[in-house]
């Protein structure tokens, strides 16, 4: 398939060098300049865009997503699919599919979960809003780049399911770091809070799968250091986009603003930036109730 790619970052680079490698022909574009092994290079987004069957943007956020679209949208071959794989707000992507749909093309909002990693491995999960046909069109390149690809519904339910998931997964890693540094206080052994917990009700992906104590619990950030893995500042994105869409449609999420509230604290005030988000941690242990 004849492919373009705009957005060739942390996520994107990889993404795009996974369809190459499965036989695409595949021409990229990055503000940045950056190239891919056996992507080829084309000198702006349109140029990328123009002739091919899918176009696939990994871009920053939806203000960017809006900008890149009205440049690509007219550029683009009658029929062909536009495949937003950014993590946007909901308005953004049913913004832009609109202009698609209004312009005879197809479009599938497919935000991911997996990270580098999975970016990396080709085992990403891709969440995709659109039309059948346009989801139909894209899901070979979603096998290719991931292991599971759900349609949750028409423009925007995509993201909608993005921001519903990464709003559990940002309070329960809070619920998980205080409950740790309690147990600690409380003089319970971390390797037992953790053999107790991961079998019984307060088991989530977070402890069994990604445990913030190092050394307990599968490899995760924590062993490492807390580098990233999932950074402390793309969680706070990703709460945001939820509390902006809960506003929106006037849905109450106490526990998504006070988790908002406590990463934008550690990202913006303490020392979060460029850490893992599990390192919520290391922050409760060093802290009081005052
Ligand atoms: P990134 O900043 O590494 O990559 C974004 C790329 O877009 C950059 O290389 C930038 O130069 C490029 N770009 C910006 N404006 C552009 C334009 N006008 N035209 C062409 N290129 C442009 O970010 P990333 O980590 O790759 O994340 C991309 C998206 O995926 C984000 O929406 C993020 O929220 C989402 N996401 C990231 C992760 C992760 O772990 N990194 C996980 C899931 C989802």
Redesign the pocket.
Known sequence: MKIAF????????PMAANLVAAGHDVTG????G?TVDGVAQAGS?PEAASGAEVVI?????GA?LR??AD?LIPAMAPGATLVD????DVDSARAVADQAQAAGLGFVDA??????G??TAGT?TFMCGGSADAFATAQPLFDIMGQKAVHCGEAGAGQAA?ICNNMILGVTMIATCEAFALADKLGLDRQKMFDVVSTSSGYSWTMNAYCPAPGVGPKSPADNDYK????AE?ML??LGLSQQAAEAVDADTPMGAAALALYRRFVEDEDGKGRDFSAMLPRFETRSRG
């Open positions: 705009i957005g060739l970052g942390n996520m994107g680079a574009f990055d503000v940045a950056v987004g943007t990994m871009l920053p956020n960017i900008r890149v440049e794989c950014s993590t946007v935000p991911v979960s997996g990270g580098v999975g970016a990403l993005k990233p893995g999932f950074a793309l994105k990703d």
